[in-house]
């Protein structure tokens, strides 16, 4: 309500609304979701230190490892949002990403050690170059791959080491999986360096192309059968079978070791 005592005019459109997500009619007053997030307690000593630090070293890197936080702290992201560019959550118990939404400026997020799964949702972070959620509990890639593709499709460096759906020799996949697992990430980031613990190769990133890019049963199917005659065709399931365990095997003259 201005001086004069008139209501609030809802249809300007206020200059930056990216954070305002209802109108307390009764009050008269836009209510953004920084307002709305829970008032986590959280360490004055945290504040002190980080605050302390951004005087001192870069204050666009922020780290709250091992602080034992279930959520990201409003107070954190009233204090630190506008300008921090990295931020290290690692080893705490939080599921919920939603506020990150806040850090408009966020280009590296370490998020190794927590229980963020697939039903996770990550919010839009277009500037995100770098995110690690090593030994979460991601258990599946799809549909959470797309999700992320759309949230950060500027990543070029995505560590995923530890988790369920990265398979590896470390927590019981074997070689297949691994390089199914591998292929398919890299065929849906085209801007993706650096996979884990591992350099993108060229080759790894045409044989992605390659599987990935062309429907299944063209992929399955002869290169020069139609999808109609194949459809229409009997194939046999140790043909199929047979043809997928080809067309992941290394073909001749391509090197596709990891």
Not at 6 to 21: A, C, F, L, R, W
Not at 27 to 32: A, C, E, I, W
Not at 46 to 58: L, R, T
Not at 110 to 131: G, Q, R, S, Y
Request: with cysteine; net charge negative; hydrophobic share 35%.
């Amino acid at each position: 309500m201005d001086d004069k005592g008139d209501k609030y005019d809802y249809s300007v459109s206020p200059k930056y609304d990216e954070g305002i997500i209802a109108v307390d009619i009764a009050n008269n007053v836009l209510v953004d979701s920084v307002t709305t997030m829970p008032q986590t307690a959280i360490s004055s000593n945290i504040i002190e230190a980080e605050e302390s630090n951004g005087k001192d070293e870069d204050s666009s890197k922020l780290t709250l490892a091992y602080e034992r936080l279930y959520e990201i702290p409003r107070t954190i992201v009233e204090k630190f949002s506008n300008y921090v560019q990295y931020l290290d959550i690692s080893h705490n118990k939080i599921t919920n990403l939603e506020p990150l939404v806040h850090f408009k400026h966020l280009t590296s997020l370490i998020a190794d050690d927590n229980p963020v799964t697939e039903n996770c949702f990550l919010p839009p972070l277009p500037k995100l170059e770098l995110l690690w959620l090593n030994y979460c509990k991601i258990a599946s890639l799809y549909p959470w791959v797309g999700k992320l593709k759309e949230s950060c499709p500027n990543l070029q460096y995505l560590s995923l080491m530890g988790n369920p759906a990265a398979p590896s020799y470390f927590n019981g996949g074997t070689f297949y999986e691994y390089l199914q697992y591998r292929l398919f990430i890299i065929s849906q980031f085209p801007s993706l360096n650096h996979l884990d613990d591992r350099k993108i190769t060229e080759d790894q990133r045409e044989e992605s192309h390659r599987l990935y890019k062309r429907p299944l049963l063209q992929r399955i199917g002869r290169p020069n059968t139609s999808i109609s005659n194949f459809m229409n065709s009997s194939v046999s399931w140790s043909n199929v079978q047979s043809k997928l365990t080809f067309l992941w095997g290394n073909r001749e003259g391509r090197n596709l070791l990891i």
